[in-house]
């Protein structure tokens, strides 16, 4: 097929490809369509290595899904985790107990009563 674009010319040459009938048919506005499927599978396409503004990137390439290890390889059993939580309790009480110190100073240092009264019914109810 002769293709003119903007004075040039192109001799445009349609790909023969060879394709198979899938037996799926219908009609679509009045008209009867085949779906049709490609007879061969292409090659793939050849690995190339490219790189823009400096981040290399490749085309071409499959990535192959990767296996996963069993989740009892990676999440600790039950008796690790019930040892480690009252260790961890111990933490977060400790944590708590050093922010609620620190916004009580703060408080002081400002002045300001009624956040002091409410800091150290706060700091009661955790030491309890």
Same mark, same amino acid.
């Given at each position: 097929m002769?293709?003119?674009?903007? =004075?040039?010319?192109?001799?445009?040459?349609?790909?023969?490809?060879?394709?198979?009938?899938?037996?799926? +048919? =219908?009609?679509?506005?009045?008209?009867?369509?085949?779906?049709?499927?490609?007879?061969?599978?292409?090659?793939?396409?050849p690995?190339?290595?490219?790189?823009?503004? =400096?981040?290399?990137?490749?085309?071409?390439?499959?990535?192959?899904a990767?296996?996963?290890?069993?989740?009892?390889?990676?999440?600790?059993?039950?008796?690790?985790? +019930?040892n480690?939580?009252?260790?961890?309790?111990?933490?977060?009480?400790?944590?708590?107990?050093?922010?609620?110190?620190?916004?009580?100073?703060?408080?002081?240092?400002? =002045?300001?009563?009624?956040?002091?009264?409410?800091?150290?019914?706060?700091?009661?109810?955790?030491? +309890?």
């Amino acid at each position: 097929m002769q293709l003119i674009y903007r =004075g040039v010319q192109h001799d445009r040459q349609t790909a023969a490809l060879k394709v198979r009938e899938t037996g799926v +048919s =219908g009609k679509y506005r009045g008209q009867v369509w085949n779906q049709q499927a490609l007879a061969e599978t292409p090659a793939a396409a050849p690995l190339h290595h490219l790189k823009y503004r =400096g981040a290399a990137y490749t085309i071409g390439e499959i990535e192959t899904a990767k296996t996963r290890q069993p989740i009892e390889a990676v999440v600790p059993s039950g008796t690790v985790l +019930s040892n480690l939580l009252p260790q961890v309790s111990r933490l977060h009480k400790a944590n708590l107990q050093h922010n609620i110190e620190h916004r009580l100073e703060v408080a002081k240092a400002q =002045g300001n009563s009624n956040l002091i009264a409410m800091l150290e019914r706060e700091f009661q109810e955790v030491m +309890s």
